[in-house]
């Protein structure tokens, strides 16, 4: 069974920069892409960035020019660099992958990011 561990979360000043990181364990026979989604007290969860294993990219609006994903396939791991934090950057964060077979989505538990003021 597939296990996806993020770490990096924690509490930043706005201005700041943190770096999460995402490791995928167990057996995939081929992997579509691997992410980062958010959710925000009160909104529902929205793709922040993935990254597909040809490597392209791609990033929700709000994030563009200030967060880079980026990943290693072997062990297959995710990272997302986010610069130049907001207060609207706190959110629950949660690294992704998506399986090649049935398109099917593994999650991870979730880390908090904190944007203060």
């Known amino acids: 069974q597939v296990q996806l561990v993020e770490s990096g979360g924690g509490l930043v000043q706005a201005g700041g920069s943190l770096r999460l990181s995402c490791a995928a364990s167990g057996t995939i026979f081929s992997i579509n892409a691997m992410g980062w989604y958010r959710q925000a007290p009160g909104k529902q969860r929205e793709l922040v960035a993935s990254?597909?294993?040809?490597?392209?990219?791609n990033y929700a609006d709000s994030v563009k020019g200030r967060f880079t994903i980026s990943r290693d396939n072997a062990p297959n791991t995710v990272y997302l660099q986010m610069n130049s934090l907001k207060p609207e950057d706190t959110a629950v964060y949660y690294c992704n992958l998506r399986a090649a077979l049935r398109r099917y989505d593994y999650w991870g538990q979730g880390t908090q990011i904190t944007v203060s003021s």
């Open positions: 990254i597909t294993t040809s490597g392209v990219t």
